[in-house]
């Protein structure tokens, strides 16, 4: 059984960065890819960004450029570096664990304020 713990989130001003962390318990977490997806109120879960075992990385559009993944397979942790964030950021941000299964976290919440 997979363990997903988010941390990170928090209030911050527009323009300014946040850095999620998603702690993974197991042993697959090497061989895994990895998400950040996110859930504003009335609106679906969308991706945020994946980044593979061999860490290629995929971003939404909505956050090139703003947003990177990355990964620390020694610590089974994966980050999601938030800069310039916008109001429109603000939402429940989950990790995903995507192995032969898949596993969420309990999420976290990131608030942009304008």
């Known amino acids: 059984q997979v363990q997903l713990v988010e941390s990170g989130g928090g209030l911050v001003q527009a323009g300014g960065s946040l850095r999620l962390s998603c702690v993974a318990s197991g042993s697959i977490f090497s061989i895994s890819t990895m998400g950040w997806y996110r859930q504003a109120p009335g609106k679906q879960r969308e991706l945020v960004a994946t980044?593979?075992?061999?860490?290629?990385?995929n971003y939404a559009d909505s956050v090139k450029g703003r947003f990177t993944i990355s990964r620390d397979n020694a610590r089974n942790t994966v980050y999601l570096q938030m800069n310039e964030l916008k109001p429109e950021d603000t939402a429940v941000y989950y990790c995903?664990?995507?192995?032969?299964?898949?596993?969420w976290g309990q999420g976290t919440q990131v608030t942009v304020s304008s």
């Open positions: 995903k664990l995507l192995s032969a299964r898949y596993y």
């Open positions: 980044i593979t075992s061999r860490s290629g990385t």
